[in-house]
Nanobody
Framework: QVRLVESGGGSVQPGGSLRLTCTAS????????MGWYRQAPGKQPELDAA???????KYVDSAVGRFTISRDSTENRMYLQMDSLKVWDTAVYYC????????????????WGQGTQVIVSS
């Protein structure tokens, strides 16, 4: 059974940085990618970045140049380094497993962690 645990959230001032970690277990070879999503209050989850098991990466425009996604397959961990944080980055961040195909990421249904809260405020 897939289990995903996010950590690393917190409260920072605008311009600050955070590094999120997703620890995965039970992920089978059915999936070749992982992604980071954010969910702001009252909104649907939105993809920030995804990474394939071969290291290909995809970012939404708002994350380009500020966020860096990476993974350590030996430890079944994925990271999101978030720099130059802005107030509108405030959200709960979730990791997900899915499939990365032709520069698109397709999240698997039902495989989400509990999320980690990021608050960016002065």
């Amino acid at each position: 059974q897939v289990r995903l645990v996010e950590s690393g959230g917190g409260s920072v001032q605008p311009g600050g940085s955070l590094r999120l970690t997703c620890t995965a277990s039970g992920v089978t070879s059915d999936y070749n990618g992982m992604g980071w999503y954010r969910q702001a209050p009252g909104k649907q989850p939105e993809l920030d970045a995804a990474i394939s098991n071969t290291g290909n990466t995809k970012y939404v425009d708002s994350a380009v140049g500020r966020f860096t996604i990476s993974r350590d397959s030996t430890e079944n961990r994925m990271y999101l380094q978030m720099d130059s944080l802005k107030v509108w980055d405030t959200a709960v961040y979730y990791c997900n497993v899915g499939n990365y195909y032709e520069d698109n990421y397709y999240p698997a249904a039902g495989y989400w962690g509990q999320g980690t809260q990021v608050i960016v405020s002065s």
